[in-house]
């Protein structure tokens, strides 16, 4: 009797706590699955498809050096070498080195100008700050390779880079991005050559006249008598007034 009726309450106690388990186990979010992860680069793109003004947009202070960029397709150039991992290194003018231009400056330059003005920025390679120690003068950059109307030399001692185009005289002020394909450097001045200004780098001042000899002026020129008695300068003319009559001196 008893056996018959623990036997029932037993079951039902087991049925009770399967229910309670199995209720449990469905109330409870399946978990999503993990995948990779994918690194981010700078702004949020993702590493491997760099992009130069998004580098320089973080930055905050060179609006009118991507605007250069981005008129003559630099940029996308920039982003093609670096989507077949080719080293470049960037020269970036900040706002205010564009702000000390002189007014209209930027203006007057023609899509060429503008074209050869910021490839004039871009080395065609990979440069830490103390490679530029081992760089050759001039240093070729993406303006044509053309060191003669684009000349850029660099002097370094490994912590501080300065550089002179012959018209202009800055240093790298500070490392904007580098990961071993692309260096982003600050510069405080706009790099000018005579290749990037043409024909409209400013003349030189015209030399002043040279100056007429003046004529010896006549009331100094001697007369007949004063040449016959005055280079000898005798002294006893002096004490004779008919020799100074006839100079007309007294």
Not at 78 to 87: E, M, P
Request: with cysteine.
């Amino acid at each position: 009797m008893m056996k018959q009726f623990l036997s029932p309450t037993l079951l039902l106690l087991i049925f009770f706590l399967l229910c309670t388990t199995t209720s449990g186990q469905s109330s409870s979010p399946a978990a999503a699955p993990s995948g990779p992860t994918t690194p981010s680069g700078p702004s949020g793109t993702p590493s491997g498809s760099l992009d130069i003004t998004a580098i320089l947009k973080k930055a905050g202070k060179f609006t009118t050096f991507i605007g250069l960029l981005k008129s003559t397709q630099m940029d996308a150039e920039i982003n093609n070498r670096l989507k077949k991992s080719d080293g470049t290194t960037v020269f970036a003018p900040t706002d205010s080195a564009f702000s000390n231009l002189k007014t209209g400056t930027l203006n007057s330059f023609t899509d060429q100008q503008k074209t050869a003005l910021t490839r004039f920025h871009i080395l065609l390679s990979f440069l830490t700050i103390p490679q530029f120690q081992t760089v050759s003068n001039p240093v070729h950059t993406a303006a044509d390779g053309d060191t003669v109307a684009f000349p850029l030399n660099v002097i370094s001692d490994g912590k501080q880079v300065n550089m002179t185009t012959g018209l202009i005289n800055t240093t790298v002020d500070s490392t904007v991005y580098s990961d071993g394909q692309l260096a982003v450097y600050e510069i405080g001045q706009v790099l000018l050559s005579e290749g990037v200004l043409g024909g409209q780098a400013p003349a030189p001042a015209p030399l002043p006249p040279k100056p007429k000899k003046d004529s010896p002026p006549t009331s100094q020129a001697p007369s007949s008598v004063q040449q016959l008695w005055y280079p000898l300068e005798w002294p006893f003319l002096r004490r004779c007034p008919y020799a100074y009559e006839l100079s007309g001196d007294r």
